[in-house]
Nanobody, 128 residues
Framework: QVHLVESGGGLVQAGGSLRLSCAAS????????MGWFRQAPGKEREFAAA????????YYADSVKGRFAISRDNAKNTVYLQMNSLKPEDTALYYC?????????????????????WGQGTQVTVSA
């Protein structure tokens, strides 16, 4: 069981950057694939980025590819989302999520129902 807390959100102008952090407690994140999802007002939650338990593989939604970068520091029990060249359409509540890694079981990194634990979210607002 892990507890996830996001931080680093805020208000930024279009073209700017933000770095989100997801700190875990109650367990080591090395046991989990980690993902970032986002939800804008009136819209469904959507996948943004994910990283495998070892950090060897990353996945990105087409909408953020080339602008966002997910990373992890297992020693610090923290996952990051570096967001560059931000656009107004990136405005959303960003959630960190953990998916329990099970040996021999395939992982669907872009499926929100794959993830077992979720943070409370951190707000990102990008002005035009």
């Amino acid at each position: 069981q892990v507890h996830l807390v996001e931080s680093g959100g805020g208000l930024v102008q279009a073209g700017g950057s933000l770095r989100l952090s997801c700190a875990a407690s109650g367990g080591t994140i090395s046991r989990y694939h980690m993902g970032w999802f986002r939800q804008a007002p009136g819209k469904e939650r959507e996948f943004a980025a994910a990283i495998s338990w070892s950090g060897s593989t990353t996945y990105y939604a087409d909408s953020v590819k080339g602008r966002f970068a997910i990373s992890r520091d297992n020693a610090k029990n923290t996952v990051y989302l570096q967001m560059n060249s931000l656009k107004p359409e990136d405005t959303a509540l960003y959630y960190c999520a953990a998916d329990t890694w099970t040996v021999g079981v395939a992982w669907g990194p872009d499926r929100h129902d794959e993830y077992d634990y979720w943070g409370q979210g951190t707000q990102v607002t990008v002005s035009a």
